[in-house]
Each structure stands twice: as C-alpha cells, then as structure tokens.
C-alpha cells in the first residue's frame, strides 16, 4: 500500500499548471504529457514542495488539480452500488469527503519526489473516442518502471480524469471494499463519518485546519 500511495503522488504531477491556461484542448494524450514534463520541473526547483510544505502541496491541488478531476465519477465508482442509496445531500458529502481524502493522503507522496522521471509508451484511441487510457511509466533509479495509467472521459467540460490505474490496481476500487465495509455496519452516514474523522485525523497529523463538512459541487 505504501508504494501504491508513493506513486499516485504522479497524478497530481500530471494535472498541474498550465491546463487553464492552453488556449485549446488537446488531445488527452499531450496534455498528461506536455503538463507533466512542465509541473515536474516545477517539482524539482519548488524549495517549498521539496521542503516538504504539506500546505503548499494542499495549495496547488486545490487551486490546480481539482477542476481536472471528476470526483462525483470517482466517488460513485468507489462507493459502488451503495452510491444509488444516498441522498443528494449524502452524496454531496461523501464527494467533498474522498476529495478531501485523497488530497490529503497524499500529499506526503508529492513531497517525496526526488530522482523519478516519466516516459509515455504509445496510447491507443481514435479521435471520435470520448473515454481514453492514457499510459505512463514511472522510472526509478535502480527499479523496474512502474505503470500509471490515466483514465480520462471527455464531456462538455472537456477532458477529465475520472480514475488511476497504478501497477494494475484501480485508485477508485483500491477504496472499494473498506467503503462497503463502513456502509454495512452504519449505513451511508456511517461512510460519511469515516472519511471525515480520517480527514481530520490526516490534517492534525499535517498541521491543517480540520476538513469540513460542506458540499461539493
């Protein structure tokens, strides 16, 4: 689990500065590639984030990463069949709260970075497609790459990722079981309990202020 978390830190450097600022979209294919090259050089020079500065790690995500996410997607794939069951209001909370959880997760992955670059192998879609696997490779001196794969859906807002697949494990179905586990024995409120004890718990422990409770949207 500790790898899985150590390089998932890659998703948040594929999704990093200069996506708001391309004047049209790109193919999902170049834009993990060109971001990634451009927010890994951002990694290597930024003396906060190699400082290990949780809050600046916190900052960009919010302000950079998020909107290239569809967390509502992503929540109901790793809530599963429970999802159908929750109220809109629920929802809402348990979107906010597995946003909040995966930030704050790993955010101590990011700060780690050091000596790994990422090369891109051949991903194979035809342009009418509109759900997309991007492949990457994480290369680690002295270990074998490791393969991340970006699964994006494109809508009216464009391009957005909707899961990770990190050496063959699902980001979303990673959560899956323990998800169901909480729902079984306190229903969707007790689901929704967890993550915010775990997001306060995780926000102590990197001196943040508690998570809150609001809805995303």
Request: proline share 5%; hydrophobic share 45%; net charge neutral.
């Amino acid at each position: 689990m500790n790898k899985f978390i150590t390089l998932v830190c890659f998703l948040f450097a594929g999704l990093l500065p200069g996506v708001a600022a391309a004047a049209e979209p790109k193919a999902p294919d170049a834009l993990i590639r060109d971001v990634t090259n451009e927010v890994l050089e951002i990694v290597r020079t930024d003396v906060a984030l190699r400082s290990g500065d949780i809050r600046r790690v916190v900052e960009l995500a919010e302000a950079l990463v998020l909107p290239h996410f569809d967390f509502r997607r992503m929540t109901m794939l790793a809530v599963g069949r429970d999802w159908r069951d929750a109220s809109p209001e629920q929802q809402a909370r348990l979107i906010e709260g597995f946003r909040t959880l995966l930030v704050r997760t790993y955010a101590n992955a990011f700060t780690q970075y050091r000596d790994e670059r990422v090369v891109f192998p051949p991903s194979r879609f035809a342009a009418a497609d509109t759900r997309v696997q991007i492949r990457t490779e994480v290369v680690r001196p002295g270990a074998q790459p490791i393969g991340i794969d970006y699964m994006l859906e494109k809508g009216e807002q464009g391009w957005k990722v909707f899961d990770v697949v990190v050496a063959g494990v699902s980001l979303v179905t990673n959560y899956r079981s323990s998800f169901s586990q909480e729902v079984r024995s306190g229903g969707i409120d007790g689901l929704i309990r967890a993550l915010e004890s775990r997001n306060n718990a995780l926000a102590t422990e990197q001196g943040l202020a508690p998570a809150g409770a609001g809805a995303a949207s």
